[in-house]
Nanobody, 111 residues
Framework: QAQLVESGGGLVQPGGSLTLSCVAS????????TAWYRQMPGRERELVAQ???????TYADSVKGRFTISRDSSKNTLDLQMKNLKSDDSAVYYC?????WGQGTRVTVSS
């Protein structure tokens, strides 16, 4: 049974950094199209960053140059490094290995 568990969310000041991590069990992430999504209150879930099985990455325009998605095959984890965070980045972040979802981890960017 596939399970994705996110961690690393929390409260950070504008301009700060956080790294989110997603640990997978029951599946090997290297065989899946993986991504991080986020959902802000009252809005639809949106794609933040995607990492394909071939290693190709794509990012939402709003996070390009600030966020980096990566995968550690030995640990079976999917990470999202976030730098220069802005208040608009506040959301619940979800790990996705199609078609599986994690439960989400909340990121709040506020002074």
């Amino acid at each position: 049974q596939a399970q994705l568990v996110e961690s690393g969310g929390g409260l950070v000041q504008p301009g700060g950094s956080l790294t989110l991590s997603c640990v997978a069990s029951g599946i090997r992430l290297i065989f899946y199209r993986t991504a991080w999504y986020r959902q802000m209150p009252g809005r639809e879930r949106e794609l933040v960053a995607q990492l394909g099985r071939d290693g190709h990455t794509t990012y939402a325009d709003s996070v390009k140059g600030r966020f980096t998605i990566s995968r550690d095959s030995s640990k079976n984890t999917l990470d999202l490094q976030m730098k220069n965070l802005k208040s608009d980045d506040s959301a619940v972040y979800y790990c996705h290995a199609f078609p599986h979802w994690g439960q989400g981890t909340r990121v709040t960017v506020s002074s």
